[in-house]
């Protein structure tokens, strides 16, 4: 086979790694959201710990968090620990229901649908707050 008919028999690699079906994008946003996570939870440990050595410093800290950028990023938390949550249980049940890798799928549409149905109205009421102060409103 000469050079020229191999490169044409190659795929080409264009586009995205992961080419896989929803359950690889499962699987990516799944370590994606508990890194996120991780993080979270290894800053709160340590602003917290700030109030034993300097309660003004810890106050000045908290005061920065009371900014709405902050208050998207929780927005953002909350949807990461969702989904990681949810799709957590997902991951068990096709790991220990004997059914489970045949309705995996479904199982992956079902956990988004609930994420949806969780996260519009805490979004809302979560942002509120923030859209009140950034625009004005009663």
Do not use: C
Not at 22 to 37: C, D, E, F, K, Q
Not at 38 to 65: G, W
Not at 89 to 113: C, E, N, S, T
């Amino acid at each position: 086979m000469s050079a020229e008919a191999a490169e044409v028999s190659r795929p080409s690699r264009r586009g995205t790694l992961y080419r896989g079906d929803p359950g690889m994008w499962s699987w990516v946003a799944h370590r994606i959201t508990g890194v996120l996570t991780f993080f979270f939870l290894f800053a709160h440990v340590l602003d917290t710990a700030l109030v034993r050595v300097s309660p003004q410093a810890y106050n000045e800290i908290i005061e920065t968090y009371k900014t709405p950028l902050v208050n998207l990023m929780e927005v953002g938390l909350v949807g990461a620990v969702l989904y990681h949550a949810l799709n957590g249980v997902r991951v068990m049940l096709v790991d220990f229901w004997a059914k489970g890798p045949r309705y995996q799928r479904q199982m992956l549409w079902g956990i988004l649908v609930v994420w949806l149905l969780v996260m519009l109205p805490g979004a809302y009421f979560m942002l509120v707050r923030t859209v009140t102060e950034m625009f004005g409103g009663s």
